[in-house]
């Protein structure tokens, strides 16, 4: 397991409740830092925040319920970790999943719905949270995926919507330097919640687990032939927050088990 230099730093994870920004809270709580979250299901971030918080003591680990799409609610989601945490050093922009469909299925109102989720997620709290990674001098991570740059066409729109997202980021490294680093992991496939949603929708009910996870490596031809793990992702974004990473910014770090066919 690696540990970042989070000491006297907070983190804030959109969609930390699961998958890939679960693993990210852990990695970081692990490393020093207090960690505010949110996610919509309050329910299924209420466990969350229980489990964290005997892990690591209440006064580490913070959450609210929200949608990230509601600026009034992201805003006072900055107020509460002002209020809470007194500073935030890191943002990382993790919420969200991709869409799976063609051109041919995708409807008016599904691209519009995609590209709100891709660019507003990244607006929002972005917005909200500026002031206080300015303070700082600190760090956004988006999580975005390879599709912004190799395109699948079962996955056209959400594909189109994270090229936005990436040209975004790079405005964004210029506009908010020096005093705010932006960076991106682009992932490939990662086992989280996306695919364990889609494996319970697998055609052959009996395949198990890890035969339709090794079916779909090779398809997809993934050099190291198998999915990442939540863990992995998280690695690579505690990384890119981190005070190690402190000339680096306008940078994405590919974290696809060598998926990607560009140089
Ligand atoms: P999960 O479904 O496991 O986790 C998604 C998290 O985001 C949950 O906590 C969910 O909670 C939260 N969330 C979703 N929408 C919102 C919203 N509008 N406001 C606040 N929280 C929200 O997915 P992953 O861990 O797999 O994915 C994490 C990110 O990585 C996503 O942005 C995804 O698109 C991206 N990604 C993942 C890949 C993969 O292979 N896993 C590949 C490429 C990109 P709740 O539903 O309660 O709101």
Redesign the pocket.
Known sequence: MINFDYDNRVAVV?????????ATVRVLLRSGARVAL????EG??NDVLSVLQRDFGNDKVFAK?????EPEEVSSFAKDVENRFGQCDLLVN?????RVSTFADTMDDDWRAEYE?KLF?QIYPIRAFQPMLKQANGAIVA?????AYQPEPHMVC?SSARAGVQNLLKSLSIELAPDIRVNSVL???????????RFAEREDQNQSRSEWYGILAKQKGIPLAR??D?VE?ANAIAFLGSTSASYITGAQLEVSGGLSRHI
Do not use: M, Y
């Open positions: 959109t969609g930390g409740s699961s998958g890939i920004g679960l949110c996610a919509r299901n299924r971030l319920s929200l949608s990230v799409l993790n919420a969200g999943q991709g989720l997620s999580v975005n995926s390879l599709l959400t992932l490939g496939l990662v086992e989280s919640g996306q695919w364990t949603r999915l990442g939540p992702a």
